[in-house]
């Protein structure tokens, strides 16, 4: 099969790999689309331990199922799926939170990937999606549940409902924008979103219909957001963040660029602001989250950036330089 690997920092390449085997409780995807996902560009620049040369990234997917050693899910069934490989036993996972499972591993970087033809993966990880619905939508799921997910944890905390919050999201990627998207089929009607990329920033106007500004040249106003998403990670969006949420506001921070970490111990104590962390979803948020795309909570996604898997390495190149307007790149084998 044709699959796209990482080879070594700053290059990803089309080659031929050996198909995937069939084990027990597993199937054979055929996939059908899958998005290039923040985290396997930070892969791609070669900051990412974990996710080392040879290996076919790529974890954002839906597919069909090809061959299948569960009695759950028949050949030319359409599937996307959870990347999180979780063991249904420990603590976490009967709790419902197998995002946290202690013994979770992962498509795309424990095993190969979604940038490949064929794919395989454990039938307990695959998510049921409307067999009509768009491959490149619900390939989208992915990202979706992990704003999904920060947002609905956000929620639980607020003093006031968000539809009355005055929001700032710090960078207009895939999280930011679909993020954006779901706060307006919430209700919000007043978001922010800081984003360097000018392409971007248009792009979110269009389509999200919210304000946008560059912030390296605006800076966020101080003391004056209910509620700041930082969907980067790095230490200017963390301290960006402390300064201009309100007092008694709320902090979520989802974006993990940098490793090292800034946090205002002080601001945080004497304006009693809540800081929150967020790590992916649960299969319950991959669930509704395939709903809630296929009904439309998320716009009419137009804005894809859709692209055939031989013009993988090409999408990787215009995403590092900025040349890709789209907050989502998605691939097609």
């Known amino acids: 099969m044709k699959a796209l690997v990482y080879t070594q920092p700053n290059e990803v390449q089309l080659l031929d790999q050996t198909d995937p085997e069939l084990h027990q409780g597993e199937v054979i995807l055929k996939i059908e ?51 999180l490989i979780t063991c249904g036993t420990c603590d976490y996972c009967a709790q419902g939170r197998n995002n946290l499972c202690s013994n979770r591993t992962m498509v795309g970087m424990t095993r190969p990937g979604a940038f ?13 999606m409307p067999q009509e619905m768009p491959a490149a939508h619900a390939a989208v799921t992915e990202p979706a549940a992990t704003a999904l997910h920060a947002i609905n944890l956000s929620m639980r905390v607020m003093v006031r409902p968000v539809q009355e919050s005055r929001v700032l999201i710090l960078g207009g990627g895939a999280i930011g924008m679909l993020s954006a998207l779901l706060l307006k089929n919430y209700g919000c009607a007043d978001i922010t979103v800081a984003e360097v990329n000018p ?24 003391n004056a957001f209910d509620y700041v998403m930082d969907a980067v990670g790095s230490k200017i969006t963390r301290n960006t963040a402390f300064a201009s949420v309100k007092v008694g506001g709320v902090i979520m921070h989802v974006g993990l660029q940098d490793w090292a970490s800034e946090i ?56 590092d330089q900025g040349k890709a307007a789209s907050a989502k790149v998605i691939l097609c084998p």
């Open 33 to 83: 689309a899958v998005g290039i996902c923040g985290s396997d560009m930070h892969a791609f620049h070669g900051h990412d331990p974990r996710r080392k040369p040879g290996l076919i990234l790529g974890h954002e997917f839906c597919g069909t199922v090809a061959e299948s050693a569960s009695p759950h899910y028949a050949k030319g069934t359409r599937v996307t799926g959870n990347p």
């Open 199 to 222: 392409l971007r920033r248009q792009q979110i106007e269009q389509f999200a219909q919210v304000k946008t500004y560059n912030p390296k040249e605006t800076q966020a106003a101080e």
């Open 264 to 319: 205002d111990m002080r601001r945080l104590t004497l304006a009693e602001i809540t800081l929150l962390g967020t790590y992916t979803y649960t299969t319950a948020d991959l669930r509704a989250t395939v709903k809630l795309i296929h009904q439309g909570a998320f716009g009419n996604l137009e804005w894809l950036d859709t692209r055939p898997l031989s013009d993988g390495a090409q999408a990787f190149q215009d995403l």
């Open 116 to 128: 490949a033809q064929y794919m395989s993966i454990p039938a307990a990880s695959l998510i049921d």
